[in-house]
């Protein structure tokens, strides 16, 4: 491998938990592990309805990308792990207020369960 994978860090969005990282740089691509609605800050999960919940995993993978000198305009591929498919309207909704066109390819997969009961779990690719 000609690349060294360097690991990106921001303190704007929830600390890892485990053994992984936030985002992984190998050349020009950004692999952002999947954010849930975690308060960077208290470690807390933030709403009970999905609305709420997208909006903080968009604020938190806000953070990763910037933190990796990236905005949302960088992403070309999202998977977005929901609870309950009824809900993709709404997360739709807010998902797009990040997003212009041309959007990122995307995939949306109804989950059994997700990380701390949460409602949802969005992870993203980005090109710099």
Do not use: H, W
């Amino acid at each position: 491998m000609t690349d060294i994978k360097k690991a990106i860090l921001s303190p704007d969005a929830p600390a890892p938990i485990g053994p992984y990282s936030q985002a992984i740089q190998l050349g020009n691509l950004v692999f952002c592990s999947g954010q849930i609605p975690l308060d960077p800050k208290s470690g807390q999960i933030v709403g009970q309805d999905i609305e709420t919940q997208t909006n903080q995993v968009m604020q938190n993978i806000s953070a990763v990308l910037k933190a990796g000198g990236l905005e949302f305009s960088n992403v070309i591929k999202s998977t977005i792990f929901i609870k309950n498919m009824n809900d993709f309207a709404k997360v739709n909704v807010i998902y797009g207020e990040f997003f212009k066109a041309p959007f990122p390819a995307r995939s949306t997969v109804e989950v059994a369960r997700l990380p701390k009961d949460v409602l949802i779990e969005i992870e993203v690719i980005a090109a710099k």
